[in-house]
């Protein structure tokens, strides 16, 4: 049985990942140090409750410090670091990127950070396309 964290637990563990994300392996000695605080003496349910959604938490900030750009065929890096930035502006923050190749996109960009997809593909457009097309014929 998986016991609920209450929600200043809650509260702690989300602050607590996104200062770890921001710190990298750098922190991990002081994370250390900070989780021994926190946790103390609570029964070990409590402490792998916390842990299990601590982890949750890192999980997502990491995926909202890194993009996945899919393409299809070459890729102009200039065009995909221009992206990648215009994405950090929004999101407030500098962000990294990885590259993987998508054939079925046909041409253009799909950027990805954390749930939120912003798709400029050929594929979508296409599907797009498709889409009007059998609404106009009903």
């Known amino acids: 049985m998986t016991r609920k964290l209450d929600p200043k ?6 602050k ?15 994370l250390h140090a900070v989780l021994d605080k926190v946790l103390g003496r609570r029964p070990v349910a409590a402490r792998r409750a916390f842990l299990v959604y601590f982890r949750r938490c890192v999980e997502h900030e990491l995926g909202l410090r890194e993009v996945l750009v899919e393409h299809a ?16 502006e929004s999101a407030g ?4 990127h990885r590259l993987r190749d998508n ?17 400029a593909s050929v594929a979508a457009r296409l599907r797009g396309l498709e889409r ?3 609404e106009a014929l009903v």
């Open 9 to 14: 637990d809650r509260r702690l563990a989300k």
């Open 16 to 30: 607590l990942a996104r200062l770890f994300a921001e710190a990298g392996d750098s922190g991990a000695d002081e």
């Open 73 to 88: 065929g070459p890729v102009d890096t200039s065009s995909v670091e221009a992206a990648v930035a215009s994405l950090g």
């Open 93 to 96: 923050r500098k962000l990294g």
């Open 103 to 119: 054939p079925g996109l046909l041409g253009g960009l799909r950027l990805t950070l954390g749930d939120v997809v912003y798709d």
């Open 132 to 134: 009007a097309t059998a």
